[in-house]
């Protein structure tokens, strides 16, 4: 099964996608921590991804694409996967279609997470994440904090901000290329009949784990 992850930044799309992994045993994938693990071992792409990531920007197609595609024909992608953070334009949506059809696959849902602005920049004010490459849990330090202050409740890491969430330009940069680029692939899905919304907010008690357990309840 091949599930794609929308919802701009800070609305809990990894957080859902993990739950839904760890359920269903599909891998997710998420292109943003890819990216981030590269650019901590200062791997060729990550020296190349960061130059946009720290600004805000979406890295380009051509460093992208071909490095999904990796993922997407590796054992990891053998009984499906989740895209967390893939496909982030038209273009990219596109391409995705293109190799799934050569590999005679197709997208099977896309799970489109909304919350309303003001709680959205919170929310990304207020996230720490775990930096083990292989625990990567978030927190919030208001909805989700850790049971020890700045400490991994499940590998004992310190737990730190990403360079992108410190900074208020980088986020409203990520914001607007978000309603700009992103969003207009939700019409793209819905029109073919696989989009699935869901509001994940406060204000309606509503949060990412228990729409992922509604999920994963309609998954089986
Ligand atoms: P995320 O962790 O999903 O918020 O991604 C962090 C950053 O990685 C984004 O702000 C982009 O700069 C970059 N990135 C992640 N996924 C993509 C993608 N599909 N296309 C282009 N850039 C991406």
Do not use: H, W
């Not at 609305?11 to 599909?26: C, D, F, L, R, Y």
């Not at 208001?142 to 310190?158: A, R």
């Amino acid at each position: 099964m091949i599930i794609i992850m929308m919802g701009a930044q800070g609305t809990g799309k990894g957080t859902v996608a993990g739950i839904i992994s760890e359920s269903t045993g599909i891998k997710q994938l998420s292109t943003g921590d890819v990216f981030r693990k590269n650019i901590k071992e200062q791997t060729p792409l990550g020296i190349e991804a960061n130059k946009y990531i720290a600004k805000g920007e979406l890295v380009p197609d051509d460093v992208t694409v071909p490095m999904v595609v990796g993922y997407l024909d590796s054992d990891m992608a053998k009984d499906g996967i989740i895209l967390d953070g893939f496909p982030r334009t038209l273009e990219q949506a596109e391409k995705l279609d293109e190799i799934l059809t050569e590999r005679g696959k197709k997208v099977d849902l896309v799970i489109n997470l909304t919350t309303p602005r003001e709680e959205i920049i919170d929310r990304i004010l207020t996230r720490r994440v775990c930096p083990n490459p292989s625990c990567k849990t978030t927190y919030n330090l208001k909805l989700n904090p850790p049971k020890v202050d700045g400490i991994c409740d499940k590998c004992g890491t310190e737990l730190v901000q990403r360079e992108d969430d410190s900074s208020a330009e980088a986020i409203n940069q990520r914001l607007e290329i978000y309603e700009n680029k992103t969003a207009p692939l939700v019409e793209y899905y819905a029109k073919r009949g696989i989009l699935r919304t869901e509001e994940v907010s406060s204000r309606i008690n509503r949060m990412g784990k228990e729409v992922a357990e509604e999920i994963i309840k309609d998954l089986k």
